[in-house]
C-alpha cells in the first residue's frame, strides 16, 4: 500500500470514528469531547469536523458543539428504502419461484449496469443462478432494458454511445436503433425479455418495481434455460411485480 492510500484510509477511520462519538452523546457534543473520546489532537478533530460540516455531515451549533448532520438523514433514507426492498420482495419471489419452478431474481440500476442483490433458486438439478452482487449490463438483461425504455430514447442513445453496446452472444443487440425498436414499448406492455441475449441458452422475462411515486427502483426477474421459458409466466411475474410495488406504496391508479 502506498503512503497516499495508507493516509486516504486513516482519514476515513478518523472520520468514522468522529462521526461514532457524536452518537453516543445525547445532545451536540464539545470539541473537547470528541477530541478525548477519538484520541484525536483537538486541531486535526477540528479540521476533520469543519470538513464534515461543509459537507452537511455534520452541524455546528451556535455555542460551538457538533451534532450528526442532516445530509446523514438522506443517506439513511436511502439505506432504509433498499431494506424495506429486500424484506417485502423475498415472499413474493419465494411465491413466484414455487409457481414457476426457476430462478428469480431482484435488481437494481447502478450506473449503466444492474446489478443482482436476491435470488431464490429452486431445488432442481439444471437451473440458472445468478450470484448475488454480481453485474450485467443494461442492455443484455430483461430489467435493464426496461431502465433503458423508462429513461427515453435519448438516455438510451448516451447509454449506447458511453458503452459501445459490447456482443455477449449472437442476439445481444449491438445497434442502438434496434436495440430501441426492440425495447420501446415495454413499459407500455409491463415486461421485457433477454433472448439469450446476456448467455447462451438463457432467458429471462423482468418486469419494474416502482416506488411510492412510481420511480423504477428495482426489477424482478424469471431466469431460466431458453427451452423451458413459457409464456404464461409474463401474467404471473406482472402480478408479482404489481404486489411488490403495492407494498413499496405504489399504486397504479395514482
Known amino acids: 500500500m502506498t503512503k497516499a492510500a495508507a493516509s486516504s484510509i486513516q482519514v476515513i477511520d478518523r472520520v468514522t470514528a468522529l462521526l461514532e462519538a457524536i ?16 484520541r484525536l489532537h483537538p486541531s486535526t478533530a477540528f479540521r476533520i ?11 455546528r451549533t451556535s455555542a460551538g458543539r457538533y451534532a450528526l448532520g442532516v445530509k446523514l438523514l438522506h443517506f439513511g433514507s436511502h439505506v432504509h428504502g433498499k431494506v424495506d426492498l429486500l424484506r417485502e420482495a423475498k ?37 440458472v443462478e445468478q450470484v448475488i452482487g454480481s453485474r450485467a449490463p443494461l442492455h443484455v438483461t430483461a430489467v435493464g432494458k426496461l ?17 459501445g453496446l459490447p456482443r455477449y452472444t449472437p442476439n445481444t443487440f449491438t445497434q442502438v436503433t434496434k436495440l430501441w425498436a426492440q425495447i420501446a ?8 425479455l433477454d433472448n439469450e441475449e446476456a448467455e447462451q441458452g438463457v432467458s429471462c422475462i423482468g418486469v419494474p418495481v416502482r416506488d411510492a ?26 402480478k ?15
Open 23 to 38: 452518537t453516543t452523546h445525547p445532545e451536540p457534543a464539545s470539541l473537547k469531547f470528541l477530541s478525548a473520546e477519538t
Open 49 to 59: 469536523l469543519n470538513a464534515l460540516a461543509s459537507h452537511g455531515l455534520v452541524e
Open 91 to 127: 415472499p413474493i419471489m419465494e411465491a413466484l419461484c414455487a409457481q414457476v419452478g426457476e430462478t428469480v431474481n431482484l435488481t437494481v440500476r447502478e450506473g449503466d449496469e444492474v446489478v443482482y442483490v436476491e435470488r431464490v433458486a429452486p431445488n432442481r438439478m439444471m437451473r
Open 147 to 163: 431502465f433503458l425504455a423508462g429513461s427515453g430514447e435519448k438516455a438510451t442513445r448516451e447509454y449506447a454511445r458511453r458503452t
Open 185 to 192: 414499448n415495454a413499459p407500455k406492455q409491463g415486461f421485457a
Open 213 to 238: 411515486h412510481g420511480t423504477m427502483v428495482a426489477g424482478l426477474s424469471i431466469s431460466a434455460p431458453h427451452d423451458r421459458r413459457q409464456q404464461s409466466w409474463v401474467a404471473l411475474i406482472r
Open 240 to 254: 408479482a411485480g404489481a404486489d411488490l410495488s403495492a407494498r413499496l406504496g405504489y399504486s397504479a391508479k395514482s
